[in-house]
C-alpha cells in the first residue's frame, strides 16, 4: 500500500508537466496572444509594451516553462490578459473557493441522492417506489443541466420565493445550485448502485447471510450495499471531473461568482495566462482526488491493497 | 460462448425498452431527415407580426422571438443534432479504436506510456477540453481560409467533440484486446507471420464489434448533450443554424417570471430527452445483448 501510494505520489509532479504541456501546445496553436483584444487598434508603442509585460519577447519555451510559472507561483504578479489591473492568482483566490464549496456539496448531494436512491429502488424492487426513482433517474440522465437549473430556478426561487434567486454567500444560496448540479451524477450513481446491489443478490454470500437468519435490511444494507459500493467509489473521480467543470453552467445560470465565467472568457478571449493558470488548477484538483478515491478504494477493498501493483 | 448474431439479436428483441426505443429512433431520424425540404427554407422565415405567439394552428409549437416557427426550427435542429452526435462519434469511435487496439495488441511500456496519456486526459475537464479545441481549431481555420462556410462551426464542434470523448472507448478495447491477444487464433495468426496491422484489421477487429457497437451508441448521447453545453455557453453552432441544444439554451436565456413563454424550452428539450433516453436504453439493450450475462 504504501509503495502504492509513493508510487503516485512521485508521478503526481510529471503528470502535472505533461498537462501544462498540452495546454502549452493547445495554446501556441490557436492563433493569436490575446493582446490585441478591444475594438480599437492599440500604438505599436503601446503594443511592444504589453507584449514586454507579459514576456512574449522571450522565446516561448522561455516564456510558458520559466518565467510564467515562476510569475505565477513565486513573485504572484502575473497579470492576466483581459484585465491587467488582476492578477492570475487574486483572480483565482476569489474564485476557486466558491466552485470548491459548490462542488464539494453537489458531489456530497450526489452520492447520497445516488447511493440512496438506488438503495430504495433495490429495497422496493417492483413496487411503485422504484418506479419512482427509475423515472426520476431517466429524467436526472435525459435533461440538460440549465434545463433542470432554469426550471428550478423560475419554480423554486421566483414563484414560490422559497430561496434568493441568484448570488453566493449565504447557505440558502448554495441549495439551488448544488441541486441542479448534483441531479445528473446522482441519476447515474442511482444506477449504477442499483446494478451492482442486484449484482451482489447473485451471489453466494448474501445466501450465506440471509441462511444465517438475517435480516433483509441488514442483508441489504451490511452485506450487498458494502460490495455494491465499488462501482460507485470508482466512479467519484470521473464524477468529480465532471462536477467541477459542470459547474461552468450552474454558475452561469445563478450567477455564481466562480471559476466558470472565468473559464469561458479566459478561453473565449485567449487570455493565455488565466487559461494556463485554470488548466493547472484544474488538473491538480482532479489529480488529487483521483489519489484520494484510490486510497479510498484501497481502504473499502482489501483484495486491492495487495494487489495494487496488478490493478 | 456462441457469440452467433441470431441470438444477439434475440436478446436485443428480448429487452422491450431498447426495443421500442430503437423504433422512436428510427421515427425520430426519419421525422427529422423528410422534413429538411420544409425545415431548411421554413426555419429562417421571419413573422415579425407574430413573434413569441403561443402554439396555434398556424405554428403548432409557437414561434420565438423573430416569429420564426418552432416547428421548423426543432425538426431542423433534430437534423442537426443527431448528424453531429453520430460524426463525433464516429470520430471517437474511431480515435478510440485504433488508439486502444494499438495499445492493447503492442503492450509492454509502450502500452503503459499510451494509457498513463489516456489517464492525464481523463484527469482534465472535457468541457474544459472542448471548448479549448472549439476555439483552437475554429482559430485555425479561420486563420488559413479552409471551409470558409457557415459549415465551418459545425465541423469544428464535430471534430472537438469526437477529439474528446473517445478516452472511455480506448479503454474498453485495449482490455478486450489484451484478452484477445492471449487467444489460440491469434497467436496462429502471428505464427504464419501476418503482419501486425492485418492481424489488427482481419482478426482483432472482427472480434470487437460488441463494445464499438455498445460504446459507440452510447457516445452519441453523450455528443448531442456535450454539444448543448457548449451552445449554452456560447460556443456551440452559429445562430442561423441551429440544434436541440442551442435551441433550448435560447429558450432559456428568453424565460423569466414575467414571460413565461414555456414553449420556447418545452419543445426542444422534449424531442432533446426522448432521443437521449431512447438512446440510452438503446444502448443498453446492445450491452446486454453482445455480453450474454447468463442471468439478466
Known sequence: ?311 | MSMVPQTARARFCHHRAALVSAVVLALMLALCLLSLAWSVPGMNAQHLQQTRHPPSAEHPLGTDDLGRSLLWRTLYGGAISLSLGLLAAAIAVGIGTAYGAVAGYVGGRCDELMMRIVDVLYALPSLLLMMLFTVSIGACLETWRILDSEWSRFVVLVLAIGGVSWLTMARVIRGQVLSLREQPFIEAARALGIPVWRILLRHTLPNLVGPIVVFGTLTVPQAILQESFLSFLGVGVQPPQATWGSLAADGVRALNPIRFDWWLVVFPCTALSITLLALNFVGDGLRDAFEARGER
Not at chain 1, 493558470?277 to 489519489?291: C, D, G, R, W
Open chain 1, 1 to 311: 500500500m504504501l509503495r502504492f501510494i509513493l508510487q503516485r505520489l512521485l508521478t503526481f509532479p510529471l503528470l502535472l508537466l505533461v498537462i501544462y504541456g498540452s495546454a502549452v501546445l493547445l495554446i501556441m496553436a490557436t492563433p493569436g496572444e490575446g493582446l490585441e483584444s478591444g475594438d480599437k487598434e492599440l500604438p505599436p508603442e503601446v503594443l511592444e509594451q504589453k507584449r514586454i509585460a507579459y514576456n512574449y519577447d522571450q522565446p516561448w519555451w522561455q516564456r510558458y516553462f520559466w518565467t510564467w510559472p515562476k510569475r505565477l507561483v513565486w513573485d504572484r504578479d502575473l497579470p492576466t490578459h483581459q484585465y491587467e489591473d488582476w492578477t492570475v492568482v487574486e483572480i483565482m483566490a476569489s474564485a476557486l473557493p466558491v466552485s470548491l464549496q459548490l462542488g464539494l456539496l453537489s458531489l456530497g448531494i450526489a452520492v447520497l441522492l445516488g447511493i440512496g436512491g438506488g438503495t430504495i429502488a433495490v429495497a422496493f424492487r417492483g413496487r411503485w417506489l422504484e418506479h419512482i426513482t427509475v423515472a426520476m433517474c431517466l429524467i436526472g440522465i435525459s435533461l440538460p443541466t440549465f434545463v433542470i437549473g432554469a426550471i428550478l430556478l423560475i419554480v423554486v426561487a421566483l414563484w414560490l420565493g422559497a430561496v434568493p434567486v441568484g448570488g453566493w454567500g449565504r447557505p440558502a444560496q448554495a441549495i439551488l445550485p448544488a441541486i441542479t448540479l448534483a441531479l445528473p451524477y446522482a441519476a447515474y450513481i442511482a444506477r449504477l448502485t442499483r446494478s451492482a446491489l442486484l449484482d451482489a443478490y447473485a451471489e453466494d454470500y448474501i445466501r450465506t447471510a440471509r441462511a444465517k437468519g438475517l435480516s433483509e435490511t441488514r442483508v441489504l444494507l451490511d452485506h450487498a450495499l458494502r460490495n455494491a459500493l465499488l462501482p460507485v467509489l470508482s466512479y467519484l473521480g470521473p464524477a468529480a471531473a465532471a462536477i467541477f467543470t459542470g459547474s461552468f453552467i450552474v454558475e452561469k445560470i445563478f450567477t455564481i461568482p466562480g471559476m466558470g465565467t472565468h473559464v469561458v472568457e479566459s478561453i473565449n478571449n485567449r487570455d493565455q495566462s488565466l487559461i494556463l493558470a485554470t488548466v493547472i488548477v484544474y488538473a491538480v484538483l482532479l489529480a488529487s482526488f483521483n489519489l484520494l478515491v484510490d486510497l479510498l478504494y484501497g481502504l473499502v477493498d482489501p483484495r486491492i491493497r495487495v494487489g495494487a501493483k496488478h490493478a
